[in-house]
């Protein structure tokens, strides 16, 4: 997705977080937290009775050949919770978005990063959760400005674990 079309995206899903969000508040099952994860991701994460969401970030620098590549990948998942357990454990099944902004000496025409996710939050108290990450589809593309080299790569069964700290 480039430009306006994922501007109508983000803004979409901004509309729809906070209205679940307000709802979520007067109900008194509104959570902020700080979210940091296995594959090296910070983020803000919100969650209501019914949805998880963050917005996360993360700043890459590979070295690729003779030019380093600093890149700013921001993106973010949703996510609708199930509490089949009681309150100490939820499901959580939605999608995960990122795209990547080059800030250094490579540039790159696409970088975008989503899957399915899938996850298993489980409290270790009041301002702690522990979340278990599945994501049974990723996909990627590159593709690097003027050197018409795009890419795409799928990979199956990717994992991760992240830790919130909850307010």
Not at 73 to 96: K, M, N, R, W
Request: aromatic share 10%.
């Amino acid at each position: 997705m480039k430009g306006p079309a994922f501007s109508k995206v983000v803004i979409v899903a901004l509309l729809l977080f906070v209205s679940f969000s307000l709802t979520a508040q007067e109900s008194g099952g509104f959570r902020l937290g700080l979210q940091m994860s296995s594959d090296s991701y910070a983020g803000i994460l919100v969650l209501t009775p019914f949805l998880e969401a963050a917005a996360k970030l993360q700043v890459v620098q590979t070295d690729e050949g003779d030019t380093l590549a600093d890149i700013l990948v921001f993106g973010g998942h949703a996510g609708v919770l199930f509490t089949p357990f009681g309150d100490t454990t939820s499901l959580s099944l939605g999608a995960e978005l990122r795209n990547g902004v080059s800030t250094g000496e490579a540039e790159y025409a696409e970088y975008v990063d989503a899957g399915v996710r899938l996850g298993v939050n489980y409290y270790l108290g009041d301002h702690c959760l522990l979340t278990g990450l599945l994501y049974p589809v990723w996909i990627s593309t590159r593709e690097t400005e003027g050197l018409d080299d795009w890419e795409l790569t799928a990979t199956f069964a990717k994992a991760g674990v992240a830790v919130s700290l909850l307010f």
